[in-house]
């Protein structure tokens, strides 16, 4: 009878192509940031890039949201659909943030730790994409997914690192005239190490999900 019941009613097979699609834009966004940080008298249209491409992000987790109101069959167990996709989208919404703090003070230039997370940035949305997909078949998948889940907390380590070299010397450089210069490069170090937070995050969640489901 209850096989009968799960035919007959609504299903989603789409929510791996939603998460799919989030993590394409979210490596769209890491490399519209890196482009940010590379300074350059188009930083605000890359800046404006970056707030077009969250709010298409929004778009797909919207969807994802309205899947789960409407399915009855998930792959996954519903809270942990949406704590992917709200894991991914997070971390696209910081990248927009970091955007928004650039176009805020009208920063243009950026210190070489912050290209380096940039370049960091750019590997976690990549390893994300990677790894999305192969969260179709856990059961095959399983050792490669958690390989990925730490080269992510791996990554972001790295990050870690890159952001204290990158304040303590961006505090030696700062001239004690322009205090400024410190506090907004330090935000935006933070919102940066954010980013990478963010992705650590997803990865958390998807190594939940593969050991639920192995």
């Given at each position: 009878?209850?096989?009968?019941?799960?035919?007959?009613?609504?299903?989603?097979?789409?929510?791996?192509?939603?998460?799919?699609?989030?993590?394409?834009?979210?490596?769209?966004?890491?490399?519209?940031?890196?482009?940010?940080?590379?300074?350059?008298?188009?930083?605000?249209?890359?800046?404006?890039?970056?707030?077009?491409?969250?709010?298409?992000?929004?778009?797909?987790?919207?969807?994802?949201?309205?899947?789960?109101?409407?399915?009855?069959?998930?792959?996954?167990?519903?809270?942990?659909?949406?704590?992917?996709?709200?894991?991914?989208?997070?971390?696209?919404?910081?990248?927009?943030?970091?955007?928004?703090?650039?176009?805020?003070?009208?920063?243009?230039?950026?210190?070489?730790?912050?290209?380096a997370m940039g370049d960091r940035i750019i590997i976690l949305a990549n390893i994300v994409a990677e790894a999305l997909p192969l969260m179709r078949d856990i059961g095959k998948n399983s050792g490669?997914?958690?390989?990925?889940?730490?080269?992510?907390?791996?990554?972001?380590?790295?990050?870690?690192?890159?952001?204290?070299?990158?304040?303590?010397?961006?505090?030696?450089?700062?001239?004690?005239?322009?205090?400024?210069?410190?506090?907004?490069?330090?935000?935006?170090?933070?919102?940066?190490?954010?980013?990478?937070?963010?992705?650590?995050?997803v990865a958390h969640v998807m190594g939940d999900i593969v050991i639920e489901h192995v």
């Amino acid at each position: 009878m209850f096989k009968l019941i799960k035919a007959i009613m609504p299903r989603s097979d789409n929510f791996f192509d939603l998460f799919e699609a989030q993590a394409r834009k979210a490596q769209e966004a890491a490399q519209t940031l890196r482009a940010i940080l590379d300074g350059g008298p188009d930083t605000a249209d890359k800046c404006a890039r970056l707030s077009t491409q969250e709010e298409e992000a929004d778009q797909i987790s919207y969807e994802v949201m309205q899947s789960i109101r409407r399915s009855f069959i998930t792959p996954f167990d519903r809270s942990d659909i949406k704590a992917l996709s709200s894991a991914i989208d997070d971390a696209i919404d910081q990248m927009n943030k970091t955007g928004k703090t650039v176009g805020l003070y009208d920063v243009a230039s950026f210190q070489p730790n912050m290209r380096a997370m940039g370049d960091r940035i750019i590997i976690l949305a990549n390893i994300v994409a990677e790894a999305l997909p192969l969260m179709r078949d856990i059961g095959k998948n399983s050792g490669r997914l958690h390989q990925m889940v730490g080269e992510i907390g791996r990554i972001e380590e790295q990050s870690d690192q890159m952001y204290d070299t990158g304040l303590k010397d961006l505090f030696k450089s700062t001239p004690k005239d322009q205090a400024l210069d410190f506090v907004i490069g330090a935000e935006l170090f933070d919102r940066l190490e954010k980013v990478c937070d963010r992705f650590e995050d997803v990865a958390h969640v998807m190594g939940d999900i593969v050991i639920e489901h192995v």
